[in-house]
Structures are given as C-alpha cells and as structure tokens.
C-alpha cells in the first residue's frame, strides 16, 4: 500500500489547491498501476483502489484488495517481481507532479 498526505505547515502553497494536486496525483498512479499490473484474470487490476475517492481530504491510500499484491509486487521465492505499485509512483513524481502543480497553482 502507498500512502501519501499533504503537510499542513506548507505556508507558500494554499491547503486547497495542494489537495488538488495530490488528489490528482493520486488518480494518475491509480491509472498507471492498473495499466502496468500483470494481467491473468483481471482481479489484480479491479482490486487496485483509491481511498477515498474524493477531493478535499489530505490523506488517501492507494492499495490492492487481494492478499496477492505484495507478491506480485516485490515477488517471491518461487516468482519474480513484477512491481506496478513503485513504477507508477516513480511516473507521478517524475512527470506528473510538476504537471499538476503548474496546471493547478
């Protein structure tokens, strides 16, 4: 499960429009790591949810309902890795924060 949330002692930055960005934020790796997970059933990639799913909150978890998604995350003895969770993580950070930050503030 990825976890972010919003500082409040971030003067320069109005609280609201900060939450936007993180809610956007948010969406995107949702979108990026239902399209990276492997696909076998399709369970994996249904389970992948975003809570809340709301604006105006400081705090969402971003995580899979199956008890499989860490394995398939970090791997196994017996299987390797097949991370979707990190890499989306990775995408949001590099490229779409300053994005949504530009967009928004």
Known sequence: MIKFSVKTEVKKF????LQLVLFK????MQEIATRLCPFD????????N????????SKYELGTGVDYGPDIE???????AQPFLRPSLIQVRNIWLKRYFDEVL
């Open 14 to 17: 109005d609280e609201k429009k």
């Open 25 to 28: 934020s948010m969406i995107k």
């Open 41 to 48: 059933t399709g369970k994996l990639s249904r389970s992948i």
């Open 50 to 57: 975003l809570d809340p799913q709301f604006l105006i909150v």
């Open 74 to 80: 970090f791997g196994t003895v017996k299987m390797r």
